[in-house]
Structure formats: structure tokens, C-alpha cells
């Protein structure tokens, strides 16, 4: 099956700060999703990118399909985008949008 | 808002017991799946559901069954509990459109003794 590989595995900022998140991913897929698990467990949609840039205030995303990554940047860090990043790719595979989940991206944001 | 729900946060069952996790949504989603999550390991596919009494297994189905009787709830069975499915259980539902994204329940954290 698809690999989705993550990094890093753990980030540390100070409140402020910018980060870029990294997927990449082994073959071609139909659809790219970044989720946000916050630190009591739920994960929320931040991103719907198959391809190309997206923005969403402090957060935006690029994927370049044709060279299977995508990067995620979060410009002005506060305390509250701690959590996990996951990237999660989505195969064809006759239905039902199944998702593959890289092993996420821990961000810890102090003040 | 979609609202996806588990039927328990927290779950402690001892080992050989059969355990079920329910999940249900409220957006008339067709499709319905069951993740588990372990630390280092990501969220991986148990089975997942297109429709009303159909089922399909994901990545990690042994020891797993899943039920779909109504189009609104996804269960997860355990049929003998093992020490090894102690983890973070996810519930998530989408619809069919080629845009929408997976809506995930706030989890079940199951530890069984």
C-alpha cells in the first residue's frame, strides 16, 4: 500500500515563531487531507489540497502531486496550535474516500 | 455543524470480554469508519462502511467486527477482548462528494486488563 512519511515527529516552538511541516508521499494519490488533533483528541479538517496552495489565516498549505509532498506552514505560533499534524492521503479505491494517515507531526508551542 | 458521537470517552474491560464501541453521526453521511490510534503508529483503518449492511476491512481488521444495521451508526466489536487493543478508538463519517473531508468523533480510550 501508499507509504505517508512525516516530518519531523516532534516540534518545539516559542509562541511566535513559524514552522513548515513536511508529507511525503510514494505514489499518486487522489486527494491530500492535513488534520489537527488537539491535545483532548479531536481532529478537525484544516485542509482539503490534492494539489496546489491553500491559505487559511495563519496556516497555508502546497502540495506538489507531480513530486509527492506536500508542506504544511503555520506563521505566528500561538499556544493553542499545539496538538498533532497528521497528513492523510487518499487512494482510488471504487469508494468510500479510505484515507491513509502519515505518523503525524507532534508541535509543542510555549510561550 | 456535523456531530459524530461515541457512545463512551473512557473504557475499562478485562481481558476475553466482548466489547462494543458505538458510533453515531447526524449528517446522513454514507460512509462510516473505525480507526485505531496508538502513539508513533498514526491513525490505521479497522474497517469501514459504504452503506447499510455493507462493510469493508481496512488495514488492521484481526480481531475486529464491525456492524452498520442503520444508516446513522457504525459499531465496533471486540469479540474477546485482548490486552494489545488497548488504544484510542476514532469514529469518522463523510458523504460521497468528491471534496468532502472525514468528520471525526472525539474517540474512545479503551484499556483492557
Known amino acids: 500500500g501508499i507509504q505517508v512519511e512525516q516530518s519531523p515527529p516532534d516540534l518545539i516552538l516559542q509562541e511566535g515563531a513559524n514552522s513548515t511541516l513536511r508529507c511525503n508521499f510514494s505514489d499518486s494519490v487522489n486527494n491530500l487531507q492535513w488534520f489537527h488533533q488537539n491535545p483532548w483528541g479531536q481532529l478537525i479538517n484544516l485542509f482539503y489540497?490534492?494539489?496546489g496552495t491553500k491559505q487559511n489565516g495563519r496556516l497555508s498549505a502546497t502540495t506538489v502531486a507531480t513530486e509527492r509532498y506536500s508542506l504544511l506552514y503555520i506563521s505566528s505560533s500561538q499556544t493553542t496550535d499545539s496538538g498533532v499534524y497528521f497528513c492523510?492521503?487518499?487512494?482510488?479505491?471504487?469508494?468510500?474516500?479510505?484515507?491513509?494517515f502519515g505518523t503525524g507531526t507532534q508541535l509543542k508551542v510555549e510561550l | 455543524d456535523v456531530k459524530v458521537t461515541q457512545s463512551s470517552r473512557y473504557l475499562v474491560k478485562r481481558t476475553g470480554e466482548k466489547v462494543f464501541l458505538e458510533c453515531v453521526q447526524d449528517m446522513d453521511h454514507e460512509n462510516m469508519f473505525w480507526y485505531r490510534q496508538d502513539p508513533g503508529l498514526g491513525l490505521r483503518l479497522i474497517y469501514f462502511s459504504y452503506d447499510v449492511k455493507m462493510k469493508e476491512k481496512g488495514d488492521i481488521p484481526e480481531g475486529y467486527s464491525v456492524s452498520r444495521e442503520k444508516k446513522e451508526r457504525f459499531s465496533l466489536i471486540l469479540e474477546s477482548a485482548s490486552t494489545n487493543q488497548t488504544s484510542m478508538y476514532l469514529c469518522?463519517?463523510?458523504?460521497?462528494?468528491?471534496?468532502?473531508?472525514?468528520?471525526f468523533g472525539p474517540g474512545t480510550r479503551l484499556t483492557v486488563l
Open positions: 469518522a463519517s463523510s458523504s460521497n462528494g468528491n471534496t468532502d473531508t472525514q468528520y
Open positions: 492523510a492521503v487518499e487512494v482510488l479505491t471504487g469508494g468510500g474516500n479510505k484515507l491513509t
Open positions: 489540497i490534492p494539489s
